[in-house]
């Protein structure tokens, strides 16, 4: 109870996601383009839904469950990673009630 009154409830980051809709768009808006130089290590630990996987040499992205965060996008150059918001209305609705 905070000193206002009112009932604080703590979630945790997968009970707030788990709230979210996706509306996937057909075009995706995230393609790595060249892995060359990336720091492959730091998208596969740092991408908070694990859009980023190795399938052996290869890195391959999956941008279906991707909340938009930016962080392989700073992690990045734009010529290593195409990086777009998906078009209008399309991607994660965020819920946060
Ligand atoms: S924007 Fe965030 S969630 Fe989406 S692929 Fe990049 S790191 Fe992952």
Same mark, same amino acid.
């Given at each position: 109870m #905070?000193?206002?009154?009112? %009932? @604080?409830?703590? !979630? %945790?980051?997968?009970?707030? !996601? ?7 768009? =057909?075009?995706? *808006?995230? =393609? ?5 130089? @990336?720091? &492959?290590? +730091?998208?596969? !630990? ?10 052996? =040499? /290869?890195? @391959?992205? #999956? ?6 965060? +930016?962080?392989?996008?700073? @992690? #990045?150059?734009? *010529?290593?990673? /195409?990086?777009?918001?998906? /078009? #209008?209305?399309?991607? &994660? ?5």
């Amino acid at each position: 109870m #905070s000193s206002t009154g009112v %009932k @604080l409830k703590r !979630l %945790k980051l997968g009970d707030l !996601l788990q709230r979210d809709v996706w509306d996937v768009d =057909e075009a995706r *808006h995230i =393609e790595v383009l060249d892995q060359r130089g @990336l720091p &492959i290590k +730091a998208l596969l !630990l740092l991408c908070p839904m694990g859009c980023y996987t190795m399938a052996g =040499e /290869r890195l @391959l992205m #999956s941008y279906e469950g991707c909340v938009e965060c +930016a962080t392989c996008r700073v @992690l #990045s150059n734009p *010529h290593q990673i /195409r990086w777009e918001y998906p /078009r #209008s209305g399309r991607g &994660i609705q965020y819920r946060f009630t």
